[in-house]
Every structure is written in C-alpha cells, then in structure tokens.
Nanobody
Framework: QVQLVESGGGLVQPGGSLRLSCAASGFTFSNYVMSWYRQAPGKERELVAGIVRGGTSTNYADSVKGRFTISRDNAKNTVYLQMNSLKHEETAAYYC?????????WGQGTQVTVSS
C-alpha cells in the first residue's frame, strides 16, 4: 500500500521557520522524483520545490528561492522541506508528491499557518 505521510506543519509567526517531512512507504522511494506543493484557500495548488531521485538537483518556485530548501534521505524514505522567513501569504496546506514515469502519488497534506 502506497503511503505518503506529511508532518511538521503548524502555527508559526511571520519570519519564523518550519521543517516539513514526508515519509514514504509502499514503493521504491529512490526511483521517484519528489516534490512539495501547496494550496491556499481559494487558490490553485502550486509547485513549491522539487528534487530528483539522487538528490543532486533541485528546483524552486521563484517566490521561495533563497528561503526554502528541499532535501531527501533515500535511506529513510523521507523528503523534507525547510522553510525559513515564512510570510503570512504562505499559509496553506502543503503536500508532497512522488512521480516516476506515469505514476504519481500524493500525501494527505499538512497545514501551515503563518500568523502573528
């Protein structure tokens, strides 16, 4: 059974930091490109960051470059998203996604609320 379980969300003040984790099971994690997306209320889901199978290359949405870092530990079947200098407008549900050729899996999401 394929599972992606996000954790680490919560309430943080503007300018604060959070580290999200996504634990994978039920598939060969190291064969999959991993991504983080987010969806704010009333908005479309958007790509935040992605990382290739070996972790040697990453990509980021322009809005998060320099503040967010995606990483993965293939031995632990986990992908991370370190988020620094968070902004109010980044309040959203954050999702991880696994992609390999025609296969795609999503987690259930973790809520991040940036508020003072």
């Amino acid at each position: 059974q394929v599972q992606l379980v996000e954790s680490g969300g919560g309430l943080v003040q503007p300018g604060g930091s959070l580290r999200l984790s996504c634990a994978a099971s039920g598939f060969t994690f190291s064969n999959y490109v991993m991504s983080w997306y987010r969806q704010a209320p009333g908005k479309e889901r958007e790509l935040v960051a992605g990382i290739v199978r070996g972790g040697t290359s990453t990509n980021y949405a322009d809005s998060v470059k320099g503040r967010f870092t995606i990483s993965r530990d293939n031995a632990k079947n986990t992908v991370y998203l370190q988020m620094n200098s968070l902004k109010h407008e980044e309040t959203a549900a954050y999702y991880c996604k696994a992609t390999n050729r025609g296969y795609e899996y999503w987690g259930q999401g973790t809520q991040v609320t940036v508020s003072s």
